[in-house]
């Protein structure tokens, strides 16, 4: 028996042809729904990218105990486990998460595995001088790995040396060498359509624009402040690296046609999230609530045992964590108990669970039942106490300082960790999601989730179904007090939160007025942070109106930004009201 996963990066459900994609040029997409059972109600888990890559692995949520890491040493890798019982299993990609600290124990659960580099800033070719930059780019927010990937493009400058191509290539000759064996699986994964929208001029082709402004195929995390004609550019630049995407999804295709391995090969199409591209006025993912443009997802899955299921749509509610379990199941391997996914319903569609959860550490927690959509904040504006229970204390690309870990505990073991107490720290979370409110979405006749409803028995269900599947998680108790649920007993009136959020929840939706309505002066919203901090004036004023600011650890990521900015990228923490009184005292000194 044998087994394929593509995995894409960032792909967007609505603009694929299967999901009613019409402007788009993705034909290998349709091709593959008329091969595979193409999933309506699939679903993200844990976000973003590699704590989504954990759940792949272990069929377990990750969001709820930790922030992004490695695999910890407890888990039960789908991987390591098929190894285990005689399948070869290999990793092909150029996703550079992997190779990283928060990454590192993914790759070495596979036989086999080839890295192919230049995505993203990866920090691959050293040049001591700085790269070329456009005078002129969108992407404001100018983080080293930014110029990194300005010399990264030099060294892709044909599609037969892009990354994604490469990563292809290298799983075909996996397939092709040993097609002729059995059990094995092979992941075919590359980090496109994630953005930077880094592609060539036979993609771009396909979408002709008239555009004379600034550079833009890599949109900052944040609100939407460019222009309409500027986000219909770095749209059509996302759609030309989808359009690569389809192709080389294509060739996938076209050799399981040449090899005639649809008689006994398993083939998932699957993605970890998807991205806004400038829906709801925002940009990309992580510094708003994760809308369905981020978590409902594209999944299509072929199985040779149930050929009645090509071209066929299923409606179970399916999630990431299905993933592990579906492909230990099609190889006859044990699954752990301590995986909570279920094998994927390709034969027949039945239901496999009545709601599931979703989000990321220290963001909302959230679930759907498929019809409604819960979106639940912390309870008090400090978004404590959040915990952090893990034994790889690292960050995605750094380690745990020892201010971090100083106040370090061993907490309790878990059902699912064997035995072995974790360490149990202070998490962090750069973007506080108390500032959106809790949200309740109807998506029966709000599709788009542009109108949150106040509904105190519909929320009062949803988080009594929340409730029961933390408790099914066994989320930690920090969770419960953060949330303002009951840790035990039932949910109750008193528990909900949408009505008693919903003013700030108004607030963080309010439209950021273009960057030129604030004045400019020495000192103004358009000045870095640090710049306004270095000014006892100008930080009297941003602490009188936006507490805080001066003293968290986003300043660390933030201070050479202008203030502007970071009210676009933070959401509700720098409220409108807030910074136009900001801006008039600044321009008053």
Same mark, same amino acid.
């Given at each position: 028996?044998?087994?394929?996963?593509?995995?894409?990066?960032?792909?967007?459900?609505?603009?694929?042809?299967?999901?009613?994609?019409?402007?788009?040029?993705?034909?290998?997409?349709?091709?593959?729904?008329?091969?595979?059972?193409?999933?309506?109600?699939?679903?993200?888990?844990?976000? !973003?990218?590699?704590?989504?890559?954990?759940?792949?692995?272990?069929?377990?949520?990750? *969001?709820?105990?930790?922030?992004?890491?490695?695999?910890?040493?407890?888990?039960?890798?789908? !991987?390591?486990?098929?190894?285990?019982?005689?399948?070869?299993?290999?990793?092909?990609?150029?996703?550079?998460?992997?190779?990283?600290?928060?990454?590192?124990?993914?790759?070495?659960?596979?036989?086999?595995?080839?890295?192919?580099?230049?995505?993203?800033?990866?920090?691959?070719?050293?040049?001591?001088?700085?790269?070329?930059?456009?005078?002129?780019?969108?992407?404001?927010?100018?983080?080293?790995?930014?110029?990194?990937?300005?010399?990264?493009?030099?060294?892709?400058?044909?599609?037969?040396?892009?990354?994604?191509?490469?990563?292809?290539?290298?799983?075909?000759?996996?397939?092709?060498?040993?097609?002729?064996?059995?059990?094995?699986?092979?992941?075919?994964?590359?980090?496109?359509?994630?953005?930077?929208?880094?592609?060539?001029?036979?993609?771009?082709?396909?979408?002709?624009?008239?555009?004379?402004?600034?550079?833009?195929?890599?949109?900052?995390?944040?609100?939407?402040?460019?222009?309409?004609?500027?986000?219909?550019?770095?749209?059509?630049?996302?759609?030309?690296?989808?359009?690569?995407?389809?192709?080389?999804?294509?060739?996938?295709?076209?050799?399981?046609?040449?090899?005639?391995?649809?008689?006994?090969?398993?083939?998932?199409?699957?993605?970890?999230?998807?991205?806004?591209?400038?829906?709801?006025?925002?940009?990309?993912?992580?510094?708003?609530?994760?809308?369905?443009?981020?978590?409902?997802?594209?999944?299509?899955?072929?199985?040779?045992?149930?050929?009645?299921?090509?071209?066929?749509?299923?409606?179970?509610?399916?999630?990431?964590?299905?993933?592990?379990?579906?492909?230990?199941?099609?190889?006859?391997?044990?699954?752990?108990?301590?995986?909570?996914?279920?094998?994927?319903?390709?034969?027949?569609?039945?239901?496999?669970?009545?709601?599931?959860? *979703?989000?990321?550490?220290?963001?909302?927690?959230?679930?759907?039942?498929?019809?409604?959509?819960?979106?639940?904040?912390?309870?008090?504006?400090?978004?404590?106490?959040?915990?952090?229970?893990?034994?790889?204390?690292?960050?995605?690309?750094?380690? *745990?300082?020892?201010?971090?870990?100083?106040?370090?505990?061993?907490?309790?073991?878990?059902?699912?960790?064997?035995?072995?107490?974790?360490?149990?720290?202070?998490?962090?979370?750069? *973007?506080? !999601?108390?500032?959106?409110?809790?949200?309740?979405?109807?998506?029966?006749?709000?599709?788009?989730?542009?109108?949150?409803?106040?509904?105190?028995?519909?929320?009062?269900?949803?988080?009594?179904?929340?409730?029961?599947?933390?408790?099914?998680?066994?989320?930690?108790?920090?969770?419960?007090?953060?949330?303002?649920?009951?840790?035990?007993?039932?949910?109750?009136?008193?528990?909900?939160?949408?009505?008693?959020?919903?003013?700030?929840?108004?607030?963080?939706?309010?439209?950021?007025?273009?960057?030129?309505?604030?004045?400019?002066?020495?000192?103004?919203?358009?000045?870095?942070?640090?710049?306004?901090?270095?000014?006892?004036?100008?930080?009297?004023?941003?602490?009188?109106?936006?507490?805080?600011?001066?003293?968290?650890?986003?300043?660390?990521?933030?201070?050479?930004?202008?203030?502007?900015?970071?009210?676009?990228?933070?959401?509700?923490?720098?409220?409108?009201?807030?910074?136009?009184?900001?801006?008039?005292?600044?321009?008053?000194?």
């Amino acid at each position: 028996m044998k087994a394929i996963m593509v995995m894409f990066d960032s792909l967007n459900r609505r603009l694929l042809p299967p999901y009613g994609g019409d402007w788009t040029h993705a034909p290998n997409f349709a091709r593959l729904a008329q091969r595979a059972a193409t999933f309506d109600n699939a679903w993200a888990g844990s976000m !973003p990218c590699m704590p989504a890559r954990r759940e792949i692995h272990t069929g377990r949520y990750n *969001f709820l105990h930790r922030s992004w890491g490695p695999l910890e040493p407890f888990d039960d890798s789908m !991987p390591e486990l098929l190894r285990q019982n005689g399948i070869h299993t290999h990793l092909a990609s150029d996703h550079p998460h992997y190779w990283e600290d928060g990454g590192a124990t993914y790759h070495g659960r596979y036989s086999t595995w080839e890295f192919f580099r230049g995505q993203e800033g990866d920090p691959w070719k050293g040049h001591v001088v700085p790269p070329e930059t456009p005078e002129d780019d969108l992407h404001t927010q100018r983080m080293p790995h930014y110029f990194q990937d300005w010399v990264n493009r030099q060294y892709m400058t044909t599609e037969d040396r892009h990354p994604q191509t490469r990563t292809f290539d290298a799983g075909l000759e996996f397939i092709n060498t040993n097609a002729a064996a059995d059990n094995w699986f092979v992941q075919i994964e590359t980090f496109d359509p994630h953005e930077p929208f880094f592609s060539h001029k036979t993609y771009k082709d396909l979408y002709p624009h008239e555009y004379d402004g600034p550079h833009g195929d890599w949109p900052d995390y944040k609100r939407v402040t460019e222009t309409p004609e500027q986000v219909q550019h770095m749209r059509y630049e996302y759609a030309a690296l989808l359009s690569m995407c389809d192709h080389s999804l294509g060739r996938v295709l076209d050799t399981m046609d040449e090899l005639n391995l649809w008689d006994d090969t398993m083939l998932i199409v699957n993605t970890d999230h998807g991205f806004l591209l400038g829906e709801k006025g925002w940009w990309a993912k992580g510094v708003m609530p994760w809308y369905n443009e981020l978590v409902h997802l594209p999944l299509f899955a072929w199985d040779p045992r149930h050929p009645q299921a090509a071209d066929t749509r299923r409606q179970s509610l399916v999630q990431t964590i299905d993933l592990a379990p579906t492909l230990l199941d099609w190889f006859g391997v044990a699954i752990p108990t301590d995986v909570q996914g279920a094998p994927l319903p390709i034969e027949d569609d039945a239901p496999v669970r009545t709601a599931g959860l *979703f989000g990321m550490h220290g963001g909302h927690v959230n679930i759907t039942d498929g019809r409604y959509v819960y979106m639940r904040a912390p309870a008090t504006a400090s978004n404590t106490p959040l915990q952090e229970h893990t034994l790889m204390p690292t960050h995605m690309r750094g380690r *745990f300082t020892p201010q971090e870990l100083a106040d370090l505990t061993l907490a309790e073991p878990f059902g699912f960790t064997k035995g072995v107490r974790t360490l149990q720290m202070p998490g962090r979370n750069f *973007f506080n !999601p108390y500032t959106h409110g809790t949200l309740l979405f109807d998506l029966s006749t709000d599709p788009e989730q542009l109108a949150p409803i106040v509904d105190d028995a519909a929320e009062l269900r949803m988080a009594t179904l929340m409730v029961e599947l933390m408790r099914t998680n066994e989320a930690p108790p920090s969770q419960y007090e953060r949330l303002g649920l009951p840790a035990e007993g039932p949910v109750e009136e008193k528990h909900l939160l949408v009505r008693a959020q919903r003013s700030q929840a108004e607030s963080a939706v309010t439209t950021l007025p273009p960057e030129s309505e604030f004045p400019s002066g020495r000192l103004s919203v358009h000045t870095p942070i640090q710049g306004l901090l270095a000014d006892p004036a100008a930080l009297e004023i941003l602490r009188r109106h936006l507490p805080g600011i001066a003293d968290t650890e986003l300043l660390q990521l933030v201070g050479p930004i202008p203030l502007y900015r970071v009210a676009a990228s933070a959401g509700g923490m720098v409220p409108v009201a807030a910074l136009r009184k900001v801006a008039e005292e600044l321009a008053a000194l």
